[in-house]
Structure formats: structure tokens, C-alpha cells
């Protein structure tokens, strides 16, 4: 037995002893052994013959697993790993299915924490929740993980402090890998695009360029993972639009659907065409805005922030038919509450004397996203406070000036 099954061994008879409520000391005594022999041995600190290990795993009901049989499940996880890297995220949702109908048997076996690592993976891939329960599990047995999956387990804790726009936190998991010897195939092109991501989000553009445009984009054209090389791209066309060039981000957004659109789903080219209205919104280009929104695919009404992009192109060019028209529409479709105050706003805008109607929705607005942690809208909520001050000659607008400094982005989708 070579040192890390050992180890894997000594973790699954602990985890499964302490389910079945058995004290150490009683169990022990039940093989017979001497408890100190049986703590060091739980530890990893002692090795466990195939006898005994036989004796143990008969006492705690473990199942009797072959070789083979662990092998084809330690591929399906790999499998399930390449696939959610190549954003073949539909076979990988089938592949997960299949190994969560042997949830109890690799739950019970040396492939454990495996396992759980490949849940917390899909999980995070999927999800924004905190995955707390997970994290501390995998943290328990974080000596018995080897160096790929340590690698995985402090990325994708990276991704979801990015997921929950913790972009400074996630920064520094990504730090620990960049501090490490080693990388891992697949993994660290996953660790210079989220990075990237994360830069853009505090601002950081240059270095983001650097990760995103000479590190990720380059690993995933290598790996032939086009759909990423896409997305990688888009940040790319993002950073541009952050730095006032709406004319160089455009040429991003045209150049990667004209490559790249063969590999993509209609919602992959909904998420470009929404940062590419955001890129002319934000310009005041209204006129390119309109002709990005006529390429929508169907489903972009499953991407909120470009409701917003659509009311606000219509107020701009006075286009108050189609507003009250698009508004009516947009009813149907589930939106969060951001998204919904910020139509309304929209809708206050060109009516007279609502002005302290839409400084209440606006300060409402900014409690609300506060209160959810999320700074994607801020920048709209932002400019308006301080729009609204201004005309009034008022000097709160100097207070907002200095929140919207310090952000830099207008509903951008940096998912993927």
C-alpha cells in the first residue's frame, strides 16, 4: 500500500467510525488493539496491513470496492473536471448525475475526498452559494489531499469569493497558486482568467490585460477550448470599455463573434452582445447600442442587465413609443430587484415633478444593493444621485463622486 492510500485509508476509517458513533478507545478495544496503536494509525502515522484493514472496514460496514471499479470512477471525475474546463456544461451535468447515484459507495470509499472535491468543483461552477459545509470538510482532511487536488480545492474557493463578488478575497487564493512551484494543466488557465476577471472588477486593467490577453487567452487556444478564448476576449473588449475606448472594445466585440460564434450557444453570444450594448450605453453611442440589441438571440430575456441597456437606449433617443411598449413586455420576464427599481427609474425620467420620487427609489436602491453585497449596479445608482444633486446645485453629489471612483463597472457579465 503506497503512502497516500495509506493516509486515504487511515482519514475513511476515522470519518466512518465517528459516523457510526463509535469512541476510539471502544473500537480499539474491539479489534483487539491498544488505543494509542489505533490512534497513530488513524492519524497516518502507523500502517495499516490488508488484514487488518479487512477486520476494519468489515466492523464499520464499509463496502468491498475493486480496483477497476475505482479507477473508472477516479476517470469519471477527471472527465467531469475537463468538461466543465471545456464549458460542456451539459454532459458535464449528466456525468455528475451518474456519480451521485454512487454517492453512499465513494462516500464510504478511499475516493472520499475526491469525490467531495469534484461536488465543490460542480457546485461552485453552478452556484453562488457559500458552499460552507464543503469547505470545512475539505479543510479537515486538507493533509490527506495531494498537490492537484490542493491546487483545485484553493482555485475554486478563489472562484467562489468571485462569485459572490469578493473579487480582493479571491485575489488572494489566486495569489497562494501564483506563489506556487507547480501548475496544473488546465487549472492554470483557469487561475489567469478568473484572475483576470477579478482585476477587472477592482480596476487593476493593466495587469488584467497581461493575465487575460498574454497568459489565458493564449492556454485555452492551445487546448483548443474555444469557447473561453471567446470569453477571454470579451474581458479583454471590457477593459477597453472601462478605459473610454468604445471604438477599440467594438472591434473586439465584432472580430471574436465573426471567430468564434460556430463554438458558442446563443446564450454565450447574448452575454458578448449585452457587454457590447453596455460598451455603446456607456458611450452614449445609442445608435450602435440599437444595432447590437437587433442581434439578440433567443433566451436573452434570461440576462436582466439587458433590460437595462434596452429601456435606457429608448429614453436616450427619445424613442418614448417603444419604451412604454418595451416596458409592458419586460413585466413578464423574472428580474431582480435591481433591475426592476432601475426600469422604474427609467420610466420617472421622462415624466415631470417626480424628482424626489426618484431620489427616494435611487437611495433605496443604493441600501438594497449595499445590503446584498453587490456593487453591478452602483455605478448607474451613482451617476444618477449625482446627476440629481447637480442640477439642484446641491453638494451631496462630491459624496457619490467619490463611491463611483472607486468602482468600475455597469452590468457587465463576466460569467463563464
Not at 54 to 73: G, R
Not at 138 to 151: A, E, F, R
Request: some cysteine; charged content about 25%; glycine content about 2%.
Amino acid at each position: 500500500m503506497n503512502t497516500d492510500e495509506s493516509k486515504l485509508k487511515a482519514a475513511l476509517i476515522r470519518k466512518r467510525r465517528i459516523e457510526l458513533n463509535w469512541k476510539q478507545e471502544a473500537f480499539a478495544k474491539s479489534l483487539p488493539m491498544a488505543n494509542s496503536s489505533f490512534s497513530e494509525m488513524e492519524r497516518g502515522m502507523r500502517p495499516i496491513t490488508e488484514e487488518l484493514y479487512k477486520n476494519i472496514a468489515n466492523k464499520l460496514k464499509l463496502p468491498t470496492l475493486t480496483t477497476e471499479w475505482l479507477k473508472e470512477q477516479r476517470f469519471l471525475m477527471d472527465l467531469i473536471k475537463e468538461k466543465l474546463y471545456f464549458c460542456d456544461y451539459k454532459e458535464a451535468c449528466s456525468l455528475y448525475k451518474d456519480l451521485q447515484f454512487k454517492d453512499e459507495l465513494l462516500n464510504n470509499s478511499i475516493l472520499f475526498l475526491e469525490y467531495n472535491l469534484t461536488s465543490f468543483i460542480y457546485n461552485v461552477t453552478f452556484s453562488n452559494n457559500k458552499e460552507t459545509k464543503k469547505v470545512k470538510y475539505l479543510k479537515k482532511y486538507i493533509d490527506c489531499l495531494d498537490n492537484t487536488q490542493i491546487y483545485q480545492f484553493i482555485l475554486y474557493q478563489g472562484i467562489l469569493e468571485k462569485n459572490l463578488h469578493h473579487p480582493s478575497k479571491a485575489l488572494d487564493y489566486f495569489q497562494t497558486l501564483f506563489d506556487n512551484p507547480y501548475s496544473i494543466n488546465y487549472f492554470v488557465d483557469l487561475l489567469y482568467y478568473q484572475t483576470a476577471i477579478c482585476l477587472i472588477q477592482i480596476g487593476h486593467l493593466a495587469l488584467a490585460h497581461k493575465y487575460n490577453n498574454n497568459k489565458a487567452e493564449n492556454l485555452f487556444k492551445e487546448n483548443d477550448n474555444f469557447k473561453r478564448a471567446a470569453f477571454s476576449q470579451m474581458h479583454e473588449a471590457i477593459i477597453y470599455t472601462h478605459e473610454n475606448h468604445p471604438t477599440e472594445a467594438g472591434k473586439i466585440y465584432e472580430k471574436l463573434l465573426k471567430t468564434y460564434s460556430q463554438y458558442l450557444t446563443d446564450q454565450d453570444i447574448n452575454i458578448i452582445l449585452s457587454n457590447a450594448g453596455n460598451n455603446y450605453v456607456n458611450a452614449t453611442q445609442y445608435d450602435k447600442a440599437q444595432n447590437i440589441y437587433k442581434q439578440l438571440k433567443p433566451g436573452w430575456q434570461n440576462i436582466p442587465e439587458i433590460f437595462y441597456g434596452i429601456a435606457w437606449t429608448l429614453l436616450q433617443t427619445d424613442q418614448h413609443d417603444k419604451l412604454d411598449e418595451f416596458l409592458k413586455y419586460s413585466k413578464q420576464y423574472p428580474k431582480n430587484k435591481f433591475i426592476k427599481d432601475m426600469l422604474e427609474i427609467i420610466n420617472l425620467q421622462r415624466k415631470p415633478n417626480n424628482e424626489k420620487e426618484i431620489e427616494t427609489k435611487l437611495k433605496a436602491c443604493e441600501k438594497y444593493l449595499n445590503r446584498e453585497g453587490s456593487s453591478e449596479g452602483m455605478i448607474f445608482i451613482y451617476e444618477q444621485l449625482i446627476q440629481y444633486y447637480e442640477t439642484r446645485s446641491i453638494v451631496k453629489q462630491v459624496k457619490y463622486l467619490k463611491k463611483l471612483n472607486e468602482l468600475n463597472k455597469r452590468g457587465m457579465q463576466y460569467e463563464q
